[in-house]
Every structure is written in C-alpha cells, then in structure tokens.
C-alpha cells in the first residue's frame, strides 16, 4: 500500500509540531522549508488539517499552526482520513460482486484500520527521530523521499 505524497507532508508536518519542545506556533514556511515540501501545497495541506481539528492556526506576525491535541491523542488513522477521506477497501465499480472476497476485505479493511488507530502521533514523532539520530529535543521532519511515510516502519503495525 502505498499513500499519497499530501497524505506523506501531512504525516511530516505533524510529526515536525510533535517534536517541538516550545509550544509557540510554527509558520508554513518553516515547515516547508525543514521538511523538503513545497509551501504553498503544504498550506493547502495544513488548512485541511485545521478543518478536521488536527491544527489550530494562529494569524499574525508570530502565527502559524500548533497541534489542536496531545499528540498521544491524535491518531495515524486519523490523520489519513483527514487528507484522503473514509479507509476503506473495497472492490472498484463494475468489478462484479463476491460476497466472500467483499467479507474478506471488509475483515482486512477493519483490521488495517485499527492497526492505524493503534500508531499514535507520538509514536510517527519518536520513530522519524530513531530513525534519523536526531536527539529527542531537536524537531524533526522526515524526508519526503524514501518510504512514503514514517509510518511505514514494520515495527509500529502489528501483523494481521
């Protein structure tokens, strides 16, 4: 499975708020810049994310976006439903239907889905910086190039 590329800036930009140790907000620009995305489709990006209630943003001089919630409360799932709508598998229109194929992706569909309920921002935040070298205190942006996203890491989902 691969997510798409404003579901992967999504995933950075709010592993990059996690990681901030200040609580101040941090401008599009400074996101853009030290995740390697470009600024204007981040915007775009962070809008959504205010829209669902990920983000708050802050107008001004000194404004930018914040995390709406801990990040221990804010979920991949979430995230992912925010950007690209409802997780669900299912068989594409005119494809015919099988009922049994239709009860086995409905069962994969809601274990997928619990498995990114279970990774938490936190956990996306903790990952990328593992996995860089980077110190717990310093904020982190993954690459956009690689994996997709930070989450695609086999140690964060369980096997289904």
């Given at each position: ?19 901030q140790?200040?609580?101040?907000p941090?401008?599009?620009?400074q996101?853009?810049?030290g995740?390697?995305?470009?600024e ?6 962070l ?9 708050t943003?802050?107008?001004g ?11 221990a409360?804010?979920t ?9 709508g ?17 009860r086995?992706?409905?069962t994969?569909?809601h274990?997928?889905r619990n ?10 935040a903790?990952?990328?910086?593992e ?7 310093t ?9 997709a ?9 369980q096997?289904?």
């Open positions: 499975m691969k997510l798409s590329r404003t579901v992967a800036y999504a995933l950075k930009a709010m592993a990059a708020l996690a990681s140790t200040q609580e101040s941090v401008c599009c620009k996101l853009a810049e995740g390697d995305m470009p204007r489709f981040l915007l775009q990006i809008r959504t994310l205010v829209t669902h209630g990920l983000l943003s802050v107008r001089v000194y404004g930018g976006y914040c995390l709406a919630r801990d990040p409360d804010i991949l799932l979430e995230i992912i439903e925010a950007i690209d409802p997780f669900v598998l299912r068989l594409p229109d005119g494809a015919g239907k099988d009922s049994e194929l239709e086995s992706l409905d994969l569909s274990r997928l498995s990114f309920a279970d990774v938490k921002l936190t956990d996306l903790e990952e990328s910086k996995g860089s070298g980077q110190s717990p205190r904020p982190m942006l993954p690459s956009a190039q690689g994996p996203t930070p989450a695609a890491s086999p140690s964060m989902l096997p289904l």
